[in-house]
């Protein structure tokens, strides 16, 4: 005879008792509750909360326009900037799966990550752009690459279909975020490095 456990009978989620968590909330929050702080400092270049949750909105709904959501993979290359921290609110927001790359690895891992990880876009600084373009050469597929140009870095050169700016030119900053369904959906895809063999995600 099956025991039906009181504590879980008409306990089925719903929006009432359950919402999955995701750092889309975080931001929400933040936009909401802290409008004109300063979230993100580069340089003499400064974002508040408001501004920053705009700009990942542009940048969701840019990267929708372009058919990327749920299951694609969207890797990047990058320093710790704000456009990075951006990104990592940005591809959530999607429904996209944000592939975060070690700098400092060589460009054979870079490689094994892009065809493993099945990398739709690629969002590079152009600081790395040496290694990623060896790593790009050595893949079969070719993702949409979309360069940072930090204009606190003058080294390196554009590699990508266009820039980050000009990809947040294409966006809409009223973009309803795609929120995950439940916590199983996956939001983050991280690899180790430092090992011998191919890198692990």
């Known amino acids: ?14 929006e009432a008792n359950y919402m999955a968590l995701t750092p889309i909330s975080f931001l929400e929050r933040a936009a909401f509750v802290y409008p004109d702080k300063t979230a993100t400092v580069n340089g003499d270049i400064r ?7 705009q700009r990942c909105s542009r940048f969701a709904s840019a990267l929708a326009k372009r058919g990327i959501g749920r ?8 320093p710790n900037i704000s456009e990075h921290f951006e990104v990592h609110f940005g591809v959530p927001m999607s429904g ?13 891992a870079i490689a ?4 493993h990880a099945e990398t739709k876009v690629l969002i590079t600084d152009k600081e790395f752009s040496p290694i990623v373009k060896k790593a790009l050469r050595m893949i079969p597929h070719k993702p949409l ?17 266009l820039t980050y ?9 009223d973009f309803e975020p ?9 939001i983050s895809l991280n690899y180790t490095s430092g090992t011998t063999g191919d890198p692990k995600g």
């Open 165 to 173: 700016d000009q990809l947040l030119e294409e966006g809409d900053c």
């Open 96 to 108: 996209a799966v944000l592939n975060s790359i070690n700098t400092r690895l060589d460009a054979e």
């Open 71 to 78: 299951g694609d993979t969207v890797s990047v290359i990058a």
């Open 112 to 115: 094994f990550i892009l065809v």
């Open 145 to 161: 690459v979309i360069d940072i140009d930090d204009p606190n870095f003058n080294e390196g050169q554009l590699i990508g279909s």
């Open 178 to 186: 795609i929120r995950p369904n439940n916590e199983w959906d996956a």
């Open 47 to 53: 974002h508040t909360w408001l501004e920053v949750f």
């Open 1 to 14: 005879m099956t025991t039906i456990n009181i504590f879980e009978q008409y306990l089925e989620p719903n």
